[in-house]
């Protein structure tokens, strides 16, 4: 007996064959996932245990024990780590060189806004600007003019409705 595999067939079975390593895959990716949370989880707890043991530990009772627990936080790291016990120290800057570096900050401003200004007054710059213009007015006026004769077609049809009846 020769049968001959037709091309829906081995598509069906290449099909077949990608959901099932599909379905391996996921399989794996899930057993992982489960495998790290529950590591996460395990060392969660050894963790809050040893908070316990040592809030166990404390002794308690007296008000001034608990002030004497208090904490005052003066540094929050961006990476969400414990504060540094160092705080870096700030540079100080000698004034003629805060004054020299206000003074290019503003001429750069300023140069900058003048090289705007310049180029938004530039003769290529104003007539596009009223190329721009003269082509809205004449769309508005267009509009306007479709607008009243619109108008006027309702207002003349329905005068002549009213003069029929």
């Known amino acids: 007996m020769n049968?001959?595999?037709?091309?829906p067939m081995w598509a069906a079975l290449v099909a077949l064959a990608a959901v099932v390593l599909l379905a391996v895959l996921l399989a794996v990716?899930?057993?992982?996932t489960a495998a790290r949370s529950r590591a996460e989880t395990t060392a969660l707890r050894e963790r809050v245990d040893e908070l316990v043991r040592d809030l166990a530990a404390r002794p308690s009772g007296s008000p001034a024990a608990a002030e004497a627990q208090e904490f005052v936080i003066t540094d929050l790291a961006a990476d969400?780590?414990?504060?540094s016990s160092d705080?870096?120290?700030?540079?100080?800057v000698e004034g003629r060189l805060f004054a020299d570096l206000v003074l290019r900050e503003t001429v750069l401003r300023t140069?900058?806004?003048a090289a705007g200004v310049r180029r938004a007054l530039s003769p290529q710059a104003r007539n596009?600007?009223?190329?721009?213009?003269?082509?809205?007015?004449?769309?508005?006026?267009?509009?306007?003019?479709?607008?009243?004769?619109?108008?006027?077609?309702?207002?003349?049809s329905r005068q002549r409705t009213e003069d029929a009846a």
């Open 80 to 83: 969400g780590s414990s504060p």
């Open 3 to 7: 049968e001959q595999w037709t091309v």
């Open 29 to 32: 990716v899930l057993a992982r």
């Open 128 to 156: 596009r600007i009223r190329f721009e213009m003269r082509r809205e007015v004449k769309r508005s006026r267009k509009a306007r003019r479709a607008e009243v004769r619109e108008a006027l077609q309702y207002w003349r």
């Open 87 to 92: 705080p870096a120290p700030v540079p100080m």
């Open 111 to 113: 140069a900058a806004t």
